[in-house]
């Protein structure tokens, strides 16, 4: 059983919300959305909002008259086929959820197919990009987690209810691309100060993430694209020192063809 995602989270997400074009006058979707706190900030602000919970004991509720407000469509799987129609919302929300599936690649595809074309897609995760994440894989080979790593101990059935899937930056980045969406801007959540410690690395990161360019994008013009944007959000300072990964991407139209082979 999960509790809601802590206030600092949700007030980022609401923050950037509050920046994309065309708000409030947008429909939204918020994707196993706990007790309605960011759904509830977006409804009063008067976007035309829509939740789904997966099953009823997901989550620590405090606030069911909250929840109680809000439409909700219950007992959605999120690594099944969403019972929305095609292009029905202007932007989706998947807050500290995608750590949780054992594979983001169903739900990313879900996602641009309920999405409209030039709409959103803004979501939170743990940040293992963030430097210390960095430096603790560089010292051990396991990355830093906010919460208890897996272990044997977890049953089929309860294993979505730990971090499952952390979020691996640089194939989520390809797998939005496939999807079409493009990345507009990475927010910031919470800056702890063993981060501000190790800001000193940002120069070397950046230039390393500049270096250390795939040989293949060189003479393939769509993957040296690739490769410029995934290194530009490597190096970003939000990744870098946000404990959370937030964020906020575009529906293109049309989406990005297939890479041609070499």
């Not at 609401?14 to 759904?39: F, I, N």
């Not at 987690?145 to 044997?152: D, K, S």
């Not at 640089?170 to 507009?184: S, T, V």
Request: aromatic letters at 8%; hydrophobic letters at 40%; glycine letters at 6%.
């Amino acid at each position: 059983m999960e509790s809601m995602p802590q206030a600092f989270i949700v007030d980022a997400v609401v923050r950037e919300v509050r920046r994309l074009e065309g708000y409030p006058d947008l429909s939204v979707l918020d994707l196993s959305c706990g007790e309605g706190e960011v759904l509830s900030r977006l409804a009063a602000d008067g976007c035309r909002v829509r939740g789904t919970h997966f099953r009823d004991d997901d989550y620590i509720v405090e606030d069911r008259a909250r929840l109680a407000a809000l439409p909700i469509t219950r007992g959605v799987d999120l690594q099944q086929r969403l019972p929305f129609p095609d292009g029905s919302f202007d932007l989706v929300l998947l807050t500290e959820v995608l750590e949780h599936l054992d594979s983001h690649f169903h739900i990313l595809a879900e996602v641009s197919r309920v999405v409209r074309p030039g709409g959103h897609f803004v979501f939170s995760t743990p940040n293992l990009q963030r430097l210390h994440s960095r430096l603790q894989f560089f010292l051990t080979g396991k990355h830093k987690l906010i919460r208890r790593r897996v272990g044997w101990d977890q049953t089929a059935a309860d294993r979505y209810a730990f971090h499952i899937g952390p979020v691996d930056f640089p194939l989520l980045h390809a797998a939005l691309g496939w999807e079409g969406f493009r990345i507009l801007r990475l927010g910031l959540t919470q800056l702890k100060l063993k981060s501000v410690l190790l800001s000193p690395l940002w120069p070397l990161v950046w230039l390393s993430c500049r270096l250390t360019v795939d040989k293949d994008a060189r003479r393939n013009p769509v993957l040296r694209e690739t490769e410029r944007s995934l290194n530009r959000w490597l190096s970003d300072p939000s990744m870098l020192f946000s404990e959370q990964l937030l964020v906020v991407a575009r529906r293109h139209e049309p989406p990005r063809a297939t890479i041609p082979p070499h």
